[in-house]
């Protein structure tokens, strides 16, 4: 099928796009699915500023069904859509869309179920895991949310603003009240998992998110950036013979629900 006047746009909003990988897996995708020209996958670079203002645009745009939405705008597309899922009312974050025909949206996210899936693909279960999670974001708090969900032995969360952590525990602990989670490092002894859940690793010059004592403790050293694949973080890891997982497979994970929700069928 070829584009035309009769093709649904699906988007990727996020600031920047130019690295994100979502178009190009999610059009593969549909092609596959023989539904390219009826659906297409554009990337949207829209400065947080300007969210509010887009959002309201694609309210009236009439051939647009729904979008993918990424770092920096996860927690602030909750406040601006119609509904939530239940999923993403708890984790205060939305990474997609669906646009109804009278221009309500819906936000879910589904950051979290990916991750996960992701990693039981490769052959790592969380399943009483000792786990370091950092961030306190919107990817990283539903990463935590499923962590707990798919019953994790323990969760420690980092962030480099407290508060945010502290706060991110409080509201998992009332979810899941019988798992030990801490807003803090761990106490010493080896970690099974330790993930990156925030965008640190997506510049070359950025921080490592973790420090290399934290990495050299953990078995298996999770990434969420997907573009470069090899962050800092992973070179370390596999540096220091640690297992390693990319942020590939948690995105690749997603995109059969995210097209599904977003009303590919």
């Known amino acids: 099928m070829q584009i035309s006047g009769a093709t649904r746009l699906l988007g990727l909003i996020g600031d920047p796009v130019v690295q994100a990988r979502t178009p190009g897996m999610a059009n593969q995708l549909l092609q596959q699915q023989q539904q390219f020209g009826r659906f297409v996958v554009i990337p949207c670079h829209v400065k947080p500023e300007g969210l509010s203002g887009f959002v309201q645009a694609l309210r009236i745009l009439q051939n647009f069904d729904g979008a993918v939405v990424t770092m920096p705008h996860k927690a602030s597309m909750a406040a601006l859509v119609d509904e939530l899922t239940p999923e993403a009312r708890l984790v205060g974050a939305v990474n997609v869309i669906r646009r109804y025909p009278d221009g309500r949206l819906h936000g879910t996210v589904l950051d979290g179920e990916g991750f996960v899936r992701g990693l039981l693909e ?144």
């Open 122 to 265: 490769a052959g790592h279960s969380v399943l009483g895991k000792r786990c370091v999670l950092v961030g306190a974001g919107g990817a990283a708090s539903a990463i935590a949310f499923a962590l707990a969900r798919h019953g994790c032995g323990s969760l420690y969360l980092l962030n480099r603003t407290e508060s945010k952590a502290i706060s991110l525990c409080s509201r998992l602990r009332q979810v899941f009240p019988a798992i030990s989670i801490e807003a803090s490092v761990p106490p010493d002894g080896p970690v099974d998992i330790a993930i990156n859940g925030t965008n640190l690793g997506m510049k070359a010059d950025d921080p490592l998110p973790m420090s290399e004592a934290l990495v050299e403790r953990s078995e298996l050293v999770a990434e969420c950036v997907i573009a470069p694949e090899m962050t800092r973080l992973l070179e370390l890891a596999k540096a220091k013979k640690q297992k390693i997982h990319t942020g590939v497979p948690m995105l690749a994970a997603q995109l059969k629900m995210m097209l599904s929700f977003m009303g590919v069928d």
